[in-house]
């Protein structure tokens, strides 16, 4: 994933840069459906049902939010996760997608 080629914003770049660095280059994938400047909707590549829709958009500056996607639509979780620093939203992704 050459993150500097995705045309979205800034902390979603530093986000998807720090993903990289940890999991490696090709871990993880991109929906290419989602054309949203402000979010991505991340899985590992080959486990598209198993994912992480990340948005900045209504969060405040330099906080993201996320909804976690599962086989079962009924066990999503969405809009629980919103205003986190860098950390907190890499530590969710880690355990949702690496566990």
Known sequence: ????AIDK???LKLLLL???HR???N???L???VQHFQAVDLCRINEP?????IYTFGQNAGRYGVDLKYPIPAHNIVGENEDLTLDQIIEIISTHLFS
């Open 9 to 11: 914003d800034v902390p």
């Open 23 to 25: 999991y490696g280059e």
């Open 27 to 29: 871990t993880l994938a």
């Open 31 to 33: 929906n290419n459906q």
């Open 49 to 53: 049902a198993i994912s992480a829709y």
């Open 18 to 20: 720090e993903l990289v």
């Open 1 to 4: 994933m050459n993150v500097w």
